[in-house]
C-alpha cells in the first residue's frame, strides 16, 4: 500500500535581498512573503510589518486548506552576514529579523506550524533564530547528519565511479590528461578537488553542486565559488587582516560554534560556518582541529583574497606578482622585494588604511599567504616575538621583522630627505630588534638557509627591505 504523503501548504523565504537599509531589509522580507501568497493561491495578504504579514499568511493558509503549514528559511542570516562591515546596520538588521522571526515562534506555539527548517550560515546572538526558539534543533554537528550534505565516499563509488573511464577518455582525447592517465590517478584528482567536508573528523563528504558540474563538463574548476562570491567575508579579512594571517591549522572549541555577537566577530569561527576550514578530526570532546577540506575551496579563497585586497583584477598581475616576490626571496634580492612589497601596499592603499605598524604587516601578510606563499604571524621565540617566519625555496627560512613610520609629506617642500630618514630609521629599527632579541638562533639547526628580513615601511606605501 505504500506510505500515503500528505500535502501541507508550504511557505518559502529566502533573506538574501536588499538589507543596506532597515527600510530595504523590510521590503525584502515584505516581497518574498507576498511572493509565496502568491504561489500559494492568495492575492493579498495585510499587515502593518512583515511579523504581522507572515501570521495573516500562515492563518489564511491554514483556513484554506485546514493543514498546518511549513515554513522553509533560506539564509536566514543573510541581513545581518552582509553588513558585518556596517556593525551599526547589522545591528539594525538584527533588531528586525528578531522581530520577525519571534512573530515565527509565536505561530510555533500557537500550534499552526507542522514543519519549520531553517539554512544559514552564522549563528548571531540575539539575532538569531536560535536565541527566539529555544525548541529548534540545531543539526550541523549532530553524527546522523554527517553525510546529509554531500557524496559520501561509498555513494560516489556506488552511484558515480561508474562514470570515470568515460570521462577520462574525453580528457584524454582533449589533452587535459595524459596518455597514460589510469581512472584511479582521475578519481584521487576529483577527491583532491572536491572531497573533504566533515562534521566529525572521520567521515567525509563531496561537495555536491562541484562534483555534478564537473560530471556535466568533464574540466576542473572552483565551481563552488563563483555560486556566491562572499564578499562579507573578503571585507571581514581586510578589516582584521591581524587574524587572517593566524589561520594556519586553527583549533576551535564547541563554543566556538555557538552564537556569534556581531560586535565580536572572529575569523576562524566564520571560515569554518562558510565552508572554508571543515574539522580534520575532534580532539577530545570539546575541541576540534580544523583544515581546508579540498584544493577547490582553498585556491578560491586565496585567489579572490589577493584581487580583493589588491584591488587587482586581472589575474595575470597577481600572477607577476607572486612570481616577482619568489625571484626576489629566490635570489636574495632586496631591492626587487622592496619593490614588491611597495607595489601591494600602494594597491591597498586607495582603500582606508589606519596608520598602525600593525596594520600594514598584517596587509603584506594577508597577500603573501593569498599568494601561496607559507608565511607565520608573530612567531614566539624564548627572547620574545617576531613579526614573520616566511618559508621560502626548500630549506630556506626568512626571519622578518617590519617597522613602521608615519610620515605626511608637505605641500610645496622637498619632503624627499625626510622621507629617507625615516626610511632608514624604521629599517634601523628593525633591524636591531632582530639582531639584538637573536630570533634567528634555533632556525639555524632546522633550514640549511636563514636569512634575516629587516623591513622599514614609511607612509602608505614607502618600503625598504634588507635581507642579510
Given amino acids: 500500500s505504500g506510505y500515503d504523503f500528505k500535502k501541507y501548504p508550504v511557505v518559502t523565504l529566502t533573506m538574501t535581498g536588499r538589507s543596506d537599509t532597515e527600510a530595504k531589509l523590510t521590503q525584502t522580507i515584505v516581497t518574498e512573503l507576498r511572493r509565496a501568497a502568491r504561489f500559494n493561491g492568495l492575492d493579498e495578504i495585510e499587515g502593518i510589518n512583515p511579523g504581522d504579514m507572515l ?109 570515470l573511464p568515460s570521462i577520462l577518455e574525453w580528457r584524454k582525447s582533449n589533452g587535459f590528461a595524459e596518455p597514460g592517465a589510469a581512472v584511479q590517478d582521475l578519481r584521487e584528482q576529483i577527491l583532491r578537488y572536491y572531497d573533504g567536508y566533515s562534521w566529525d573528523g572521520k567521515s567525509r563528504v563531496l561537495n555536491p553542486f562541484s562534483l555534478v558540474q564537473f560530471l556535466d563538463g568533464k574540466e576542473f574548476d572552483s565551481f563552488w565559488f563563483d555560486t556566491s562570491t562572499p564578499t562579507f567575508l573578503l571585507e571581514f579579512i581586510r578589516q582584521h587582516p591581524q587574524q587572517y594571517v593566524k589561520t594556519e591549522s586553527p583549533v576551535l572549541n564547541k563554543n566556538s560554534l555557538k552564537a556569534t555577537d556581531v560586535t565580536a566577530l572572529r575569523l576562524t569561527p566564520l571560515l569554518f560556518q562558510t565552508g572554508y576550514l571543515t574539522i580534520e578530526r575532534r580532539i577530545g570532546e570539546d575541541r576540534f582541529s580544523l583544515r581546508s577540506p579540498n584544493l577547490e575551496v582553498g585556491e578560491a579563497l586565496t585567489t579572490n583574497l589577493a584581487a580583493y585586497l589588491t584591488g587587482q583584477d586581472d589575474e595575470n598581475v597577481i600572477t607577476e606578482l607572486a612570481a616577482k616576490i619568489r625571484a626576489a626571496l629566490g635570489s636574495f634580492d632586496s631591492v626587487a622585494l622592496g619593490a614588491a612589497f611597495s607595489q601591494i601596499l600602494k594597491w591597498i592603499s586607495h582603500q582606508e588604511q589606519p596608520a598602525l605598524e600593525g596594520f600594514h604587516h598584517a596587509l603584506l601578510f594577508a597577500v603573501l599567504k593569498a599568494l601561496h606563499f607559507k608565511v607565520v604571524s608573530e612567531v614566539s621565540e624564548s627572547e620574545g616575538r617576531f613579526d614573520l617566519l616566511l618559508l621560502s625555496t626548500p630549506g630556506t627560512a626568512f626571519i622578518g621583522e617590519f617597522k613602521y613610520e608615519k610620515f605626511a609629506p608637505k605641500p610645496g617642500e622637498d619632503n624627499e630627505p625626510k622621507r629617507q630618514e625615516l626610511l632608514a630609521t624604521a629599517l634601523d629599527r628593525a633591524k636591531k630588534q632582530i639582531e639584538y632579541r637573536r630570533y634567528d638562533g634555533r632556525y639555524r639547526d632546522e633550514h640549511p638557509v636563514v636569512k634575516r628580513l629587516a623591513v622599514g615601511i614609511v607612509g602608505k606605501s614607502d618600503v625598504l627591505v634588507e635581507i642579510y
Avoid at 100 to 117: E, I, P, V, W
Avoid at 128 to 133: A, E
Avoid at 139 to 149: E, F, I, R, S, W
Fill in 55 to 163: 501570521k495573516y499568511l500562515v492563518d489564511a493558509l491554514k483556513s484554506l486548506t485546514n493543514e498546518r503549514v511549513a515554513v522553509l528559511i533560506d539564509e536566514y542570516d543573510a541581513p545581518i552576514q552582509s553588513q558585518i562591515h556596517n556593525v551599526q546596520q547589522a545591528i539594525e538588521n538584527r533588531r528586525i529579523l528578531h522581530d520577525f522571526y519571534s512573530a515565527l515562534k509565536t505561530l510555533a506555539d500557537n500550534g499552526q506550524l507542522r514543519l519549520l527548517f531553517v539554512t544559514g550560515v552564522t549563528k548571531f546572538a540575539q539575532a538569531s533564530i536560535f536565541s527566539v526558539f529555544n525548541n529548534l534543533s540545531d543539526l550541523t554537528m549532530k553524527p546522523d547528519y554527517n553525510g546529509v550534505c554531500g557524496f559520501t565516499m561509498e555513494e560516489f563509488d556506488a552511484y558515480i565511479a561508474g562514470y
